[in-house]
Every structure is written in C-alpha cells, then in structure tokens.
C-alpha cells in the first residue's frame, strides 16, 4: 500500500513539473491536466538526461528539487490572473452524464489493464528493463544500450518513456505492473482534454458523443493491439493534447508555443512522434503569406526539432545510433515488397473490428455540416499513412511479420487526426481559422 | 458551446456515434471475455492472458522470479528453453530474462558453448551439460550452477 502511494505521489509531481512552462506561456491553461502531464514529462526527460550526460547521480531530492523551485516561480502569476483563470477553466454547463461514453470506455482499458489481457511485449522486451536499468544505474545507462547483446533493445529510441518509468522507480522500486496500470489514466487524459477544450467549440451533445467516441476507440485499438505498458499509451495522450489545442483554441502565438511543447512530449517519446510532430507543424502553418507560414512553422517545430536533434546528436557520440542512423537497421530502402507493404498496412487498420474506428470516424464527418473542414486532418491521415509504408519498405526481407505486430499501432495516429477531423468539421468556427 | 447546425443531422450524428461506440464496446468486451472472465481482480503476472500463449508465458515469469531469488548478485546466467534455440528464440530468452533478473549479468544462451555463464536456468525441460550441476527445480524448469 505504501509502495502504490509513493507510485502515485510521483506520477502526481510529474504535472507540478509542467507547470512553469505552460503558465510562462498561457496562464489560462494552468489546470488542465493532460497538458500539465505532457509538459511535465518532457520537462523530466529533458533534466533526468541533463543529469546522465553531467554523471549526476538521479536521486528523487534531485530530480525534483529544481523542478518544483522552477514551477513555484509560475505560482504568483497563478494568483494575480486567477479570477482570468477561474473564467477560463469554468463551467462547461455540460451534464456530468456527458462524460459517461468515455467512462465505459477507460473501464474496460482498467480491466485489460488490471487482467493483463493486452499488455505490450515491447514492455516486457525492452521499455521496462530500459527503465529498470536506468533507475538501477541512477541515471541513462549508455554502456548498457550500447552493450551488442542489448542491440534489439533499440538502443536510440527516445528516452521519454523508460525516463518516467525510471522516476517513479526511484520512489518506490520498479514495478512492472505500475506502467500497465496507468494506461487507462492516459486513456483517460486523452479523451478529457478532448472534452475540455472542446466545450467551447462544439455543440454539448456531440461534444459528449465525439470525446466518449474518441476514448472508446482509442481504449479499443489500444487493446486488441496489445500496448498496455508500451509507448504508445503515451504518445497517442500527447498527440492528442497537440491535436486538442491546435483544433479548438483560436490561432495564436501562445496557442501555437503551447502545441510545441505538446510536440516536445511527442518526439521525445517515439520515433515515429517525430514524423507526427513535422507533418502536424507543416498542416498547421498552411498559409499564403511565406514569413507568416515559416514563422508558425518553426514556432510549432523549433523547439521539438532541437530537442530531436539534440538526442540523436547524444545517440551519435554515445555510440547507440540505431533507428536515427543513416542507413535503415532493417536494411536498405527498396521498392520490391511496396505492393505487399501497402496492402498489409491497410490491412492492419482492421482492428478485428472489419475497420469500424475508421468508419465511425469518418462517418462522423460524413454527416457533419461542414466536411470540408476536415480536410487538413484527412490530409495528414493519408500523409502519416505514407510514412508508415515508408517504414516498411526497407531491408529485403518479407515485411510481412514486421507489420502484423506493429502497424495497428503505428495507425494510431491517423485514427487520433479523424477524432479532431471530426470535431473540426462539427466546429462552427473551424472555417474561419483556415487559411 | 454553439450550436448552428440543424437538429436532425445532430440527431443522426449522435446516433450514430452511440451505436458506433457500442459496437466497438461490445468487440472490446466481447475480445476480453476470450481471455477469462470478467473481473478487476489483479492477474498473477504482466502476461497472464497476453498473446497466443498466455500459460505459457505466466510460467516463464513465475520462473524467472523464482530463480532470481535463488542467484546471487552478480552472477552470469543464461535463460534457455530447450527446443526454441533459433536466433529470435534465444533474443526472446535474453530480453525476458534481462528485465525479470536486473540483479543478475544476463547473456544469451547461445554463448554457452564458448563462454559458459555461471548459471543455466533452462525453462520447462531439463538442459543435461556435462559442466553443470542442477541445483533447483522451482515450478516451471530447472536451474544448473558450473561446476
């Protein structure tokens, strides 16, 4: 019992982390959790790799010191614009049965979760023994990627994940049920902001329908794909808090830095999150005018591109470059198996549910009045869905396999860009935010 | 909260996203139910009913934490599983056992030959090899020491 309260005691700091830097850009947004959480993991994971490349021993005190002196700056701010804040976090008038759909939808992730029905092997493989390590060594243990036993481990992917798992286990020892368990939080989180930053944006019956929607499906997917403990609980989480704040906050430089530091939480946290973060930049900045366009570009990817470059630049002088190496770890670029590669990815959207994700979705946007201005997120489906084919086409080797254990998982994504497609084009004043 | 668009399509709309999320609850229900029953009560391992195997899978774990109370600190063990020893089986082997014994320096089973770990803790069936003596048979296979 202890254990599990000192679990929950550092998951729980991990939004007071993230709260210096979303109250430094919008004070406004200083109690909605799933952007607290998403800026407070990447706030960690960027110090707790500070403190590895510096050899500074991780220790809870020293992790966390520096953190809550930072996010205590954020607090008389806080004060003087509270009745602002009070205002902007109010009420949504919404009935409390709204919130029911998704409800449903996160219980049946906390019995996968609870019955280990769905759980990653990945997490068995490599993110928890990652983690576990790192907590063991007090800090990222480079020799240990390195090591040419652990190559399958995939020395280079981004940190974020086996970080946060490494710092609740310096509380309370690893445990390799405590990852597992909170993915319906996630699941949870996703679909809250969803709800919350929507019910200014959409009408309440199909805000509370949309955001149900979006839990049920992204709680689906997540298990009958098995990827309880793994990654992408995390990343499709922040790619929603992205997704939510580019789709229903109007167009402004505090909006677009917010979303950055969402993209931050992205990259840092899977390979694939940088292909989200570049091609999600790139929609969003669409715009006749060049210096206007290239100005929302590099605020929306600057600072998630640094941050990408930053850790390849480590993986290349810790000798761990893997995924991030010039040439393919699965071998060469090659068009031989394309034919294959795309009708297996599109089959892998199957979901054991003959596409239904795809088509309550789509149909969703089918019947709203303004399809039109789901465009962008239909775009960026189609494009991630070329960078998922992209992937596979490499090595000469039969894909196939390959892409039965992980392209549901990658398709992820494409399913989150339908969600906001979908509130896009039932939000009245979508059309008049498109440029 | 707006509303400008015409009741009857909002209608349709949410009918349809209730039916939609009822028939992606029930598949979701209906895929956990293939797996055991009903119940938040907490499984005895991470992959008790994960994957094709989930049997065999929950024993491998029980094994492996049965073992890493038996091995010392420090010591060089290797998880072998004696007919599954291609290439992937033996990684499999490797990364299962590298994050239920962190105490312990893993190494792949096929070094054993070259370089033989201080331990050998074969899984399911017995691993007979000259050089090591069985020390422990906990549930789920059978643990061997250099002589």
Known sequence: MIRALEYAASLALVPVFGLSAVVAIDETMAFEPGLLAAAGCAILAVEMTFLSLMKIAWSPLVITAPLVAISAVSLPRLRRNRLRIGRAAGSSGLPAWSLVPGGLGVALVSMAAVTATSTSIDFVYFWGPKAQQFALHRGIDFAYLSARDNFLMHPDYPPLVPLVFAWSSLWAGFSWWAPILSAPFFVALSAWSFWRLGRRSLEGSILAGLSGLFAITLGYCLVVTNSLGNAEVFLVCWESQALALLTFQPQSKRRDLLASVMLCAVVLTKVEGAAFAMLTAAAFSVERRPAIRWGRFFRLAGIPLALLVGWIAIGHFEGIREAYSRSSPYGPFTLVHLPLVVSRVLAAGNYEAGFLPWFALLGVIALSPRPAASFRYLALSFLYFLFVVFCYVHGAGNPRDWILVSAPRLLLAPVAFLAFGAAAAWNPVESDRSS | ?147
């Open chain 2, 1 to 147: 909260m707006r509303s400008s668009s015409p009741p009857r399509r909002q209608a349709a709309t949410v009918a349809w996203m209730a039916a939609c999320g009822l028939v992606l609850l029930a598949a979701e229900a209906r895929h956990l139910r293939a797996r055991g029953r009903f119940t938040f009560r907490r499984a005895a391992t991470i992959l008790s009913r994960t994957g094709a195997t989930p049997r065999t899978s929950e024993a491998a774990i029980l094994f492996l934490d049965a073992i890493g109370r038996q091995i010392p600190a420090g010591a060089t063990v290797a998880l072998l599983r004696p007919g599954y020893e291609g290439y992937q089986d033996v990684e499999d082997a490797y990364m299962a056992a590298a994050g239920r014994l962190p105490n312990c320096r893993v190494v792949p089973s096929n070094i054993r030959a070259a370089n033989p770990p201080e331990y050998l803790a074969s899984f399911e069936s017995p691993a007979p090899d000259a050089r090591y003596l069985l020390v422990s048979r906990p549930p789920g296979g059978f643990l061997y020491r250099l002589r």
